[in-house]
């Protein structure tokens, strides 16, 4: 038995992960919208290709996503691919050296580079405000 998308759920998933808020979305999608409509859409098995273009360019996700994702299939997925040692080879227990006083003076150095161009820029705006005045 097939199951059927509900693209206003994907919609409330995609939103809900990049912690937007129904206000916000209803903002970004213009002055006719308000959180209840919002509300409203996310509970349509359907959303029109037109208004899926326009949220999908607010969110920055494309289309497909909201009409295409299964969240059973992808937790299907997840669960079949990883199991309980999935990760064990990837790592190397070996010992982990960091350096933090290499560190600190690596960032130091930068410091004082940036400090350096910071300074380079002010006598260069400086002269050419001079030239300015000058004129």
């Known amino acids: 038995m097939e199951q059927k998308i509900h693209q206003g759920r994907n919609v409330k998933r995609f939103r809900e992960m990049l912690n937007i808020k129904q206000e916000a979305l209803a903002y970004d999608l213009g002055a006719d919208w308000n959180q209840k409509k919002i509300s409203m859409l996310e509970q349509k ?9 326009q949220i999908s360019a607010v969110l920055k996700i494309p289309v497909e996503a909201f009409q295409n994702f299964d ?24 010992t982990i050296n960091i350096h933090p006083i290499e560190k600190l003076i690596s960032l130091h150095e ?10 380079k820029e002010k006598e260069e705006m400086m002269v050419r405000l001079e030239k300015l005045i000058n004129k």
């Open 45 to 53: 098995d359907v959303i029109e290709d037109s208004l899926l273009k």
């Open 110 to 119: 930068e410091k004082i580079a940036l400090y350096e161009r910071m300074l």
């Open 71 to 94: 969240e059973e299939q992808a937790i299907n997925i997840i669960s079949n691919t990883f199991g309980e040692h999935a990760f064990s080879n990837s790592f190397n227990y070996g």
